[in-house]
């Protein structure tokens, strides 16, 4: 599998919100969020989510599972801005056997900021693909 979700943009339609502030040092010249620094916005979210499911990372990390990212991809709606506080919506979008997608959806207050997908790999140590764990599942 791989890219195949179009993340909604409504916030009532994602099941867990992580909230973080922009950063000085995350802005460029224009005065705006750099488009490179959406990435570690949605790393963060995607952690904790999985924190908040009751699977931290460095749990299924030790059992030998791990999340390759395969795919990444953001659509800019309207600019982030140094100090702007951001609800970084989080949705397990789709699953297959080895493959999962996240779609994210970024807001200030009540204006959108982004929209965004990440295609993970359910990978072993040696970093050959196994099966999703089963707590892993799109309903």
Do not use: K, N
């Amino acid at each position: 599998m791989r890219l195949s979700v179009e993340p909604s943009r409504r916030a009532d339609t994602y099941p867990f919100r992580h909230r973080l502030r922009v950063r000085f040092a995350e802005t460029d010249a224009m005065g705006v969020v750099h488009h490179a620094a959406y990435l570690p916005y949605l790393e963060e979210a995607c952690v904790e989510y999985l924190r908040a499911a009751g699977h931290p990372y460095l749990e299924f990390r030790a059992e030998g599972v791990d999340f390759a990212v395969l795919e990444a991809t953001v659509s800019y709606v309207s600019p982030l801005r140094f100090d702007d506080v951001v609800d970084v919506h989080v949705a397990l979008a789709a699953a297959s056997r080895a493959t999962f997608q996240i779609a994210y959806l970024l807001t200030v207050d009540d204006r959108v900021a982004a929209t965004a997908v990440t295609v993970h790999g359910c990978v072993r140590p040696d970093g050959r693909p196994t099966r999703l764990p089963t707590w892993l599942q799109v309903d």
